[in-house]
């Protein structure tokens, strides 16, 4: 994090990308961090709890509809709950529709918190399993045992 004057003026997310969204919402707007400082690093949901652990679809709903979900396509909350709400209820159809999440995937995560804060229990999430692109059947963790493996 790069804070100066109580302003968030930049940030490096290594891993979990999920409060990205969060962090450039703050850098845009140029809010007053002072009285989240401490929290900061930790994220939206400690932030917003106080510093008490919360529900990360809390973390997304307190988004602003305008706040930015998808950077490499410029698509915002408000575009992803249109496209969810007419009828994309996977993170195929998601991507196919409004193209949130369809380039690096860094993005993945928020969007499935969307999805399961539209659909509740309807939404029963995909990333565990999946592949982590089309271009191959690997997933996150096979890809992780073959780089342990040849360490
Ligand atoms: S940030 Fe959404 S696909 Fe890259």
Known sequence: MIIRDSRLVGA???????????????????????????ALIFGQAFAAGGGASANPLDAVAALPMDAEICGCNGVSKA???????GGAHTLDAVRAGCKASASCGSCTGLV???LALSMGADYQGERANAPMCKCTSFTHEDVRAAILEKS
Do not use: H, M
């Not at 969060?22 to 961090?33: A, G, S, V």
């Open 12 to 38: 490096v997310l290594y891993g979990d990308t999920t409060d990205g969204a969060w962090y450039f919402d703050l850098l845009r707007r140029q809010e007053d961090i002072a009285p989240i400082r401490e």
């Open 79 to 85: 575009k992803v709950l249109a496209c969810i709400s």
């Open 112 to 114: 499935e918190n969307l």
